[in-house]
Structures are given as C-alpha cells and as structure tokens.
C-alpha cells in the first residue's frame, strides 16, 4: 500500500535523526515548547496505533506505559521514567512492519469512528492511516525547527 510506504519512509527518516543525534538534543525542550523530539516521535508511534488498533478493538503494539507517556496531552512533564531511546528506534519500524502484515492479512474488519482535531471525520482504518500520514508530518515539522532552535 502507497500509505504504508509513505508511513516507511517518514519512520526511517525519524530514526535515522535519532540515530544521529545525541540524547541530550532528543530530550532537550526547546524554549517556548512543552515536549521535545523523542515525545514527538513517541507521540507519533502511540496516535497511529491507537488510531489504527484501538479503535478497531485490537491490541496495539505498544505497552500501556509507552501509550501514557506519549498520548495526547502528555509531556515529558509528565514522565514516570524516562523513555528508552532504543524502544523508540525499535518501534519507529517493527509498528509499520506489523501494519503492513495485519493489512495484508484483512485483519482491521471493525471500526469506531472519530473526528479529528482539524474538523475530519475518520470512518475506517484505511482512513485512519492517511490520517495518521498527515499527523505525522505535522510532528516531523516541529522535530526538525526544534533541531534548528537547539
């Protein structure tokens, strides 16, 4: 699938930002902002997953502790412990990997529809995935002016 490819490509280009930076720009919060460039990669991981597995009551691939540290609303405020960098590396492919296989098996049969923050409604999971593609751009966008500002 052409969203599944564009969903790679975004998620390669993420770990290999985080493969060449350091831990201290991953967790540093720029100025002015509440969440630095591992939540925002975290935060990615965590929406496509509760978009795409949740709401089609199906088990995510990501633990409940990652969940809550990277669901809406978070912040690495709000952090109990601190994320493991390698996780994230690890999940950044392996979410897409599943994703690829669970759509090609016809796995996704059920769905709860949302509307989204911007006005959309979403009503499937093939939706939920361009949707997902569109929200990870907007994070990718403020990963790399939060490299510029630090």
């Not at 790679?8 to 280009?13: C, L, Q």
Request: hydrophobic share 40%; with cysteine.
């Amino acid at each position: 699938r052409f969203e599944c490819e564009i969903l790679r490509a975004s998620r390669t280009r993420l770990l290999h930002l985080i493969e060449t930076s350091s831990d201290e720009i991953l967790f540093k919060i720029p100025s002015g902002f509440n969440n630095n460039i591992i939540w925002q990669i975290g935060h990615c991981i965590t929406s496509q997953q509760r978009h795409m597995y949740m709401r089609s009551g199906l088990p995510m691939y990501i633990s409940k502790e990652f969940m809550e540290s990277f669901k809406i609303g978070s912040s690495p405020a709000s952090w109990k412990i601190t994320p493991d960098v390698n996780e994230v590396k690890h999940l950044l492919i392996d979410t897409v990997n599943h994703l690829e296989a669970d759509l090609e098996s016809g796995l996704f049969v059920n769905y709860e529809p949302f509307v989204l923050p911007i006005g959309f409604q979403v009503k499937n999971h093939i939706q939920a995935l361009q949707a997902a593609n569109y929200h990870e751009a907007e994070h990718s966008g403020r990963i790399f002016t939060y490299l510029k500002l630090l």
